[in-house]
């Protein structure tokens, strides 16, 4: 049977038909145009898929990397960053318009799941992959599944509280992790310490600053607190970089120092690398489900 996977990002659809060994057939990117709506987007995944397939007459899977969660009680979208999403049945949705079974995960456990099984972490048993872009999330893959918790949350790191009474987050707590090491939130730092309003990757380059090394010293605190807090419980065999800032390279020896000094452990060799599959981690991760 061929696999269609669909990505659906917030500014463009990826959609990829592969075989049953995971080896591309077709592939192509859409843009999501996601301020034409709901509706907009369920025909243009419709039409994606139609075109994926009209060569072939395999019977074929259905799987959707999608950013936000799917709540427990409701199976509605939640915490979507395309948001009208938001309390959404897209799944129902979906297989409605295409009389087929559609399995739906978020953008994070998508990530996690094809490079445990295609990329970095193959042939490993537990993999932790890291989300650091807009947002920070994470999948947690144990024997190539994915663990979603009792209520469906497991991994979502980047809500964990790294500092009481810290950064206000939209999720209403305070201290959360994606409030300091997401890319808006360093770019937010950068533009205290600074005065000036740079991406991130502008940011990189501008080691010259004065500002830079106390803006590099308390990314890497944090960087290092949140993960060591993550191996602490999960003891990983592997840590998978995943998301723009993922792409920073102190990250992968500054930055796993950071790490390894907070751990609770008298030896800590943790993997901490990056992906593979770079943006088509999601896309495969569908193909997977």
């Known amino acids: 049977m061929n696999k269609i996977g669909i990505d659906l990002g917030g500014t463009k ?3 990829i038909l592969t075989d049953e060994k995971y080896q591309t057939i077709q592939r192509k990117r859409i843009p999501t145009n996601q301020y034409y709506g709901y509706d907009s987007i369920l025909d243009s995944i419709k039409n994606l898929i139609l075109e994926l397939t009209h060569e072939s007459d395999e019977k074929f899977s259905i799987g959707i990397c999608t950013p936000g969660a799917l709540s427990l009680n409701s199976g ?3 915490n979507s960053n395309t948001q009208c999403l938001i309390g959404k049945d897209l799944r129902n949705d979906l297989q409605n318009i295409l009389h087929h079974d559609v399995l739906i995960e978020n953008d994070a456990n998508c990530f996690a799941l094809a490079e445990a099984r295609l990329g970095a972490g193959k042939t490993l048993n537990l993999v932790f992959g890291v989300i650091m872009g807009t947002g920070v999330g994470g999948g947690i893959i144990i024997d190539g599944k994915i663990y979603h918790g009792r209520t469906n949350i497991a991994g979502e790191w980047g809500h964990h509280c790294l500092h009481d009474e810290g950064n ?3 999720c209403g707590n305070r201290g959360c992790v994606e409030t300091y090491i997401s890319g808006p939130a360093l770019e937010k730092n950068w533009s205290r310490l600074s005065n000036l309003n740079q991406s991130l990757p502008e940011i990189i380059q501008n ?3 004065p500002n830079f090394v106390n803006w590099k010293k308390t990314f890497l605190h944090n960087f290092g607190l949140s ?3 993550v191996i602490d419980i999960l ?3 592997m840590i998978v970089l995943g998301g723009g800032v993922s792409n920073i390279d102190f990250l992968y020896d500054e930055g796993k120092n950071f790490v390894y000094e907070k751990v609770f452990s008298d030896t800590i060799d943790t993997p901490i690398v990056k992906n593979k599959l770079g943006d088509s981690a999601g896309v495969f ?5």
Do not use: F, H, Q, T
Not at 285 to 289: D, H, R, T, W
């Open 168 to 170: 206000s987050c939209y």
């Open 13 to 15: 659809i990826e959609g």
């Open 227 to 229: 993960l060591a807090n």
């Open 207 to 209: 080691k010259d600053n």
């Open 285 to 289: 991760g569908a193909c997977l489900l």
């Open 76 to 78: 509605l979208i939640k």
């Open 235 to 237: 003891d990983p065999d």
